[in-house]
């Protein structure tokens, strides 16, 4: 997403920022989409906090425009807790992915993402073992799931 919001010539805004919200839901879109794709993994680990811009100036493109496209808003939230999380931010990283399920109750990566930062931050065990249980329905190939609910289960056992 280099260079978003600078028009073609490098002067004024030529995305869906720079109309009405309602003006063109279409540009709005394709522009949110297009920066979502200037974030999008693999990434060295310097280059999350763009990506991390990224996803945020995706966000704001759909809040500006006012579309409700929700399986979009929880891949970038989701996105974001990713990122969140490489850069050892579990807190940050819990909301995010808080922020995507409430988008999209059946994003399994969200929900993996949330229980790994909860595991990290060390609070809520039960919650991170649920969020592990629900992404190992809606993915039960992933042995990385199926790994990190076995230890969940662990640490929500412990005393």
């Given at each position: 997403?280099?260079?978003?919001g600078?028009?073609?010539?490098?002067?004024a805004?030529?995305?869906?920022?720079?109309?009405?919200?309602?003006?063109?839901?279409?540009?709005?879109?394709?522009?949110?989409?297009?920066?979502?794709?200037?974030?999008q993994?693999?990434?060295?680990?310097?280059?999350?906090?763009?990506?991390?811009?990224?996803?945020?100036?995706?966000?704001?493109?759909?809040?500006?425009?006012?579309?409700?496209?929700?399986?979009?808003?929880s891949?970038?939230a989701?996105?974001?807790?990713?990122?969140?999380?490489?850069l050892?931010?579990?807190?940050?990283?819990e909301?995010?992915?808080?922020a995507?399920?409430?988008?999209?109750?059946?994003?399994?990566?969200?929900?993996?993402?949330?229980?790994?930062?909860?595991?990290?931050?060390?609070?809520?065990m039960?919650g991170?073992?649920?969020?592990?249980?629900?992404?190992?329905?809606?993915?039960?190939?992933?042995?990385?799931?199926?790994?990190?609910?076995?230890?969940?289960?662990?640490?929500?056992?412990?005393?």
């Amino acid at each position: 997403c280099a260079g978003v919001g600078a028009g073609a010539d490098g002067g004024a805004p030529d995305d869906a920022t720079s109309r009405e919200p309602s003006e063109h839901p279409a540009a709005a879109a394709a522009e949110a989409e297009r920066r979502k794709e200037g974030g999008q993994p693999p990434l060295p680990k310097w280059r999350y906090e763009e990506a991390l811009i990224c996803y945020s100036g995706a966000l704001e493109v759909l809040r500006v425009a006012e579309l409700e496209v929700l399986p979009m808003k929880s891949a970038l939230a989701s996105n974001q807790a990713m990122c969140l999380l490489r850069l050892q931010r579990p807190t940050e990283a819990e909301e995010r992915a808080s922020a995507a399920l409430a988008a999209d109750a059946a994003n399994g990566k969200a929900a993996y993402r949330r229980a790994l930062a909860r595991i990290a931050i060390g609070v809520d065990m039960r919650g991170a073992v649920e969020d592990l249980q629900k992404a190992a329905r809606l993915d039960p190939q992933n042995a990385e799931v199926r790994r990190k609910l076995e230890e969940a289960r662990q640490l929500a056992e412990a005393p």
